[in-house]
């Protein structure tokens, strides 16, 4: 029997050490010292391309990471050099968990990144060239942890840095002054790669996901700060994210100026009509040669000059701001059954922005007289929504606003002494 446990407990031992490592860490020092190791080489074919069936079993990894399953999604990462790391961070007021899917090999196929609590469900930030566009990438993480996106992607080497190019459409001369196609270590440009294979992913495996890509480019003299495009000039088919980030940018810092791509459509300059991610967003069959003929509007495509955007935590702290103020925080984030009863008073609304109606969901973690009023700009009250004793639990209340003008408009929860004010957009 004693050789017998020893022996069961050697393949517990065994069994566990093939399992995720568990890391306590801030998820941002810990991903910025990845950014910080990236290698900057040009031209020295350190970047690998994967195969088919490398890009075939990394995707089926990012699913099981979707799927929550932390185990299988490690030992199939283990099968392309790649392992799941657990990183618990509990820098904050708040701790919180992410899963982190990164080369264990020396492959530069880059970092992937999901968060197990997310506050915003449906946001996901790209990363395609932080060793090219100055700081993109520790913007991209601390924007990343302060908004609660869903996922991150890293690139895992400099954009220039194989000296074989893509057989995908476009050129570029950010590796060569006269001109060439785009590497095979880009990922923005490449449908060959874990980059591409991840967005893939996501795209078959969730609903209406909203990426936002940051990048950097040198201002010429008639440039604006930052040129926002979803992939193209068409006019998006759903909510035009790129008009609402343009307007908080603007309230937050007014010496910012902004080109829209489907707003001129006269411009052409650094639109993103060829990046691979877009045109799969947008719905193109063949990303790689095909423009996308529609804008879904859920690609985020920004091209930020440096000074006052990308230099320092402050200027991150201007894009997570707009970002949070134009994609609410999702009620419930962290509660695997929605029907325990919660903890703590919440409320939002969804769609925000929304045309018609909302619907407003609120929580209160017990019975209590609840008021939800709506009120617009100028504190002229609107509507009220609830005026009464409510049970513990989650609730939700419908919004009409067929009757009156689009705009920005408060609601406000009171609870007793709790009285919590957030901002709604009607467009019509």
């Known amino acids: 029997m004693t050789r017998l446990f020893y022996f069961l407990f050697l393949i517990l031992i065994i069994s566990t050490s093939f399992a995720q490592e568990v890391i306590t860490d801030n998820i941002v020092s810990y991903t910025n010292i990845i950014i910080n190791n990236i290698p900057t080489a040009e031209g020295t074919d350190d970047y690998v391309q994967p195969e088919l069936a490398d890009l075939e079993k990394f995707g089926e990894s990012i699913n099981l990471l979707i799927e929550k399953n932390y185990s299988e999604a490690n030992t199939k990462a283990a099968e392309i050099g790649y392992k799941v790391f657990n990183v618990l961070d509990n820098s904050g007021s708040e701790s919180n968990e992410y899963y982190v899917l990164r080369s264990n090999s020396g492959n530069l196929w880059g970092t992937f990144i999901i968060n197990k609590y997310p506050k915003r469900k449906k946001l996901v930030i790209q990363i395609p060239h932080p060793k090219y566009d100055y700081n993109t990438g520790k913007q991209g993480i601390y924007v990343f942890k302060n908004t609660g996106a869903y996922a991150f992607f890293l690139s895992g080497t400099k954009r220039c840095n194989s000296s074989l190019l893509s057989d995908c459409s476009g050129s570029t001369t950010a590796c060569n002054p006269e001109g060439e196609a785009y590497r095979q270590s880009d990922p923005a440009h490449n449908v060959l790669c874990t980059f591409q294979k991840a967005t893939e992913v996501f795209e078959s495996s969730l609903d209406s996901m909203v990426y936002f890509q ?130 703590q008073f919440a409320i939002s609304n969804y ?51 067929g009757n009156i003008s689009s705009g920005i408009y408060l609601y406000t929860f009171e609870v007793g002494d709790v009285i919590k004010t957030s901002k709604m957009i009607l467009l019509k």
């Open 351 to 401: 769609p925000n922005p929304f045309n018609a109606s909302t619907v407003i969901l609120y929580q209160i973690p017990y019975e209590a007289s609840v008021s939800i009023k709506v009120f617009d700009l100028l504190g002229r009250q609107m509507a009220t929504l609830v005026n009464g004793r409510k049970s513990s639990g989650n609730h939700e209340v419908i919004f009409d606003g």
């Open 214 to 343: 940051f990048h950097g480019f040198t201002q010429g003299s008639s440039d604006p700060a930052i040129i926002m495009s979803n992939g193209n000039n068409k006019t998006p088919d759903g909510i035009d994210y790129l008009s609402l980030l343009r307007d908080e940018l603007f309230s937050i810092d007014n010496s910012l100026t902004f080109v829209i791509a489907h707003e001129d459509v006269t411009w052409t300059k650094l639109t993103a009509t060829t990046n691979t991610q877009g045109r799969l967003i947008n719905g193109s069959s063949y990303p790689c040669y095909s423009y996308a003929t529609k804008n879904s509007g859920r690609f985020i495509h920004l091209e930020q000059i440096r000074d006052g955007l990308r230099n320092y935590e402050s200027d991150w702290l201007k894009m997570s701001t707009a970002i949070i103020n134009i994609i609410p925080a999702d009620l419930i984030n962290s509660i695997d059954n929605c029907d325990a009863l919660p903890t």
